[in-house]
């Protein structure tokens, strides 16, 4: 075995292995978003005590003012009702002290309150990270299959974050390519034609295998529509020899649909299909 075949044996073990960590951590993620989800709905609930607090202390409030009239209202007569001061000046007490008691009940719930939110940003933060690692693999992915295809020199990167113009960060799903003709990285969506193509063609493999990976499944057969579109014929070239090694390594059976004809002598089977006044028939092949 050379040197070239024992590094691609050792990254490959390496890829499988982050791949079983990737797995790990979007398990991880779906646990996470549903504590989240529980977390919400106890904030909802929390909120909800606090508005029924603060509607029985306005109403006890009320309840002390009116008191508190009837009172003085008795204290500046002649007060043949002694009785009924002494119990109008008791129950103002017992509701001080329940007022007491309910402030002491909402400063606990706003507490918490300060608590779950301080939660809820953790985990969405985490889970920021956990996205994060993942890209990180999938960038690696990419970034071989860009190489293979040609475009020496160029790269791409995911990421989640974003500066904007006026000096914040934007959070959400970024992709930049950089090239040998670009100082700065480049949005995804500004390139086109036959670099847009191989591109596009990296972008589908790395995805391909890294969900295939992450969820443990696994398919022999992948069928590409047209994936010379733009292609020159070293780009061509260059897509059949990373194609024909992909099935080797993943061993899966490739076809590919095309207007052109395709000169690979690595292609096992060739079948060319025309249209006319009989109708769509095989008449080649090989």
């Not at 691609?8 to 991880?28: A, G, P, T, Y």
């Not at 103002?92 to 940003?121: P, R």
């Not at 529509?225 to 090694?245: A, C, F, M, R, V």
């Amino acid at each position: 075995m050379g040197k070239t075949e024992k590094e691609k044996d050792k990254f490959n073990k390496l890829f499988d292995s982050e791949c079983v960590k990737s797995e790990e951590i979007m398990k991880r993620i779906s646990e996470y978003e549903i504590e989240i989800a529980n977390i919400e709905k106890l904030k909802k609930i929390k909120e909800n005590e606090i508005l029924s607090q603060d509607r029985k202390i306005s109403s006890l409030e009320i309840d002390i003012n009116s008191i508190k009239k009837e009172i003085n209202k008795i204290s500046s007569s002649v007060n043949p009702y002694e009785d009924l001061l002494e119990k109008a000046v008791d129950e103002l007490e017992k509701l001080q002290k329940t007022i007491e008691n309910e402030e002491a009940k909402l400063i606990e719930i706003q507490q918490k309150i300060s608590a779950l939110e301080f939660w809820i940003k953790g985990f969405k933060d985490i889970r920021f990270v956990i996205i994060e690692d993942i890209l990180a693999n999938l960038e690696i992915q990419v970034n071989n299959y860009i190489k293979e295809l040609g475009l020496s020199g160029w790269s791409i990167t995911f990421d989640v974050e974003k500066d904007t113009k006026s000096g914040t960060i934007t959070k959400g799903f970024h992709v930049f390519i950089k090239s040998p003709n670009n100082d700065a990285e480049v949005p995804w969506e500004a390139w086109s034609g036959g670099e847009n193509q191989r591109l596009k063609l990296a972008g589908t493999l790395g995805i391909s295998d890294l969900i295939m990976q992450s969820n443990g499944l696994g398919c022999n057969i992948m069928v590409l529509d047209e994936p010379t579109k733009h292609l020159s014929k070293k780009g061509i070239q260059n897509l059949l020899k990373l194609l024909y090694e992909y099935s080797q390594d993943y061993k899966k059976q490739i076809w590919i649909i095309d207007h052109h004809s395709l000169d690979f002598g690595n292609v096992e089977k060739v079948y060319t299909i025309v249209k006319d006044e009989e109708g769509s028939r095989i008449v080649e092949n090989q």
